[in-house]
T-cell receptor, first 112, second 111 residues
Framework: RKEVEQDPGPFNVPEGATVAFNCTYSNSASQSFFWYRQDCRKEPKLLMSVYSSGNEDGRFTAQLNRASQYISLLIRDSKLSDSATYLCVVKDPSGSARQLTFGSGTQLTVLP | ETGVTQSPTHLIKTRGQQVTLRCSSQSGHNTVSWYQQALGQGPQFIFQYYREEENGRGNFPPRFSGLQFPNYSSELNVNALELDDSALYLC??????????FGPGTRLTVL
């Protein structure tokens, strides 16, 4: 089983649509969670951290369900500029490096 | 711009060769992490350097090695290149365990 699993996508949605991405993680001890955005052939960039109480940043809402080990990202009123790959990321709670563990990503294309 | 730079941007090598990739961390950062991203996959952690010492390693063979210099820049070395080593290699700098900022990556093709 992969440590971080995401919807494979791709998602093709019209402008203005609401789209949701899901992610599950295997390590119940994980404590830090993030969504990264990666544009084609570019580096990943932090979109938002995910907090236990859920958090919102403009059109983006992230939620965490620790009991189900499930993370979600909701994008409302999609824009063409939201087209990218969205990566679910968990920070390894153990070890000295505390490295980031990435899902395979979900590709989103917002259509005009 | 994150202030993290990597060189070269692209590289083509043949099987069995060796390669060195370079990363300059953001000013004030003392930690560099290296990741390998194969096509269609998320980045996979290779190793991390903190204050010039290896601080953790992912599931990569010993032919993947690295260094961190006193100015906190870093190198990734890969010996005996294999076709499967073709990927985007990303470095990320951070101040200790804080947010990691990624460089633009080096795209390595092994023929």
């Amino acid at each position: 089983r992969k440590e971080v699993e995401q919807d494979p996508g791709p998602f093709n949605v019209p402008e203005g649509a609401t789209v949701a991405f899901n992610c599950t993680y295997s390590n119940s001890a994980s404590q830090s969670f993030f969504w990264y955005r990666q544009d084609c052939r570019k580096e990943p960039k932090l979109l938002m951290s995910v907090y236990s109480s859920g958090n919102e940043d403009g059109r983006f809402t992230a939620q965490l369900n620790r009991a189900s080990q499930y993370i979600s990202l909701l994008i409302r009123d999609s824009k063409l500029s939201d087209s990218a790959t969205y990566l679910c990321v968990v920070k390894d709670p153990s070890g000295s490096a505390r490295q980031l563990t990435f899902g395979s990503g979900t590709q989103l294309t917002v259509l005009p | 711009e994150t202030g993290v730079t990597q060189s070269p941007t692209h590289l083509i090598k043949t099987r069995g060769q060796q390669v060195t990739l370079r990363c300059s961390s953001q000013s004030g950062h003392n930690t560099v992490s290296w990741y390998q991203q194969a096509l269609g996959q998320g980045p996979q952690f290779i190793f991390q350097y903190y204050r010039e010492e290896e601080n953790g390693r992912g599931n990569f063979p010993p032919r993947f090695s690295g260094l961190q210099f006193p100015n906190y820049s870093s190198e990734l070395n890969v010996n005996a290149l294999e076709l499967d080593d073709s990927a985007l290699y990303l470095c990320a700098s951070s101040l200790a365990d804080n947010e990691q900022f990624f460089g633009p990556g080096t795209r390595l093709t092994v023929l």
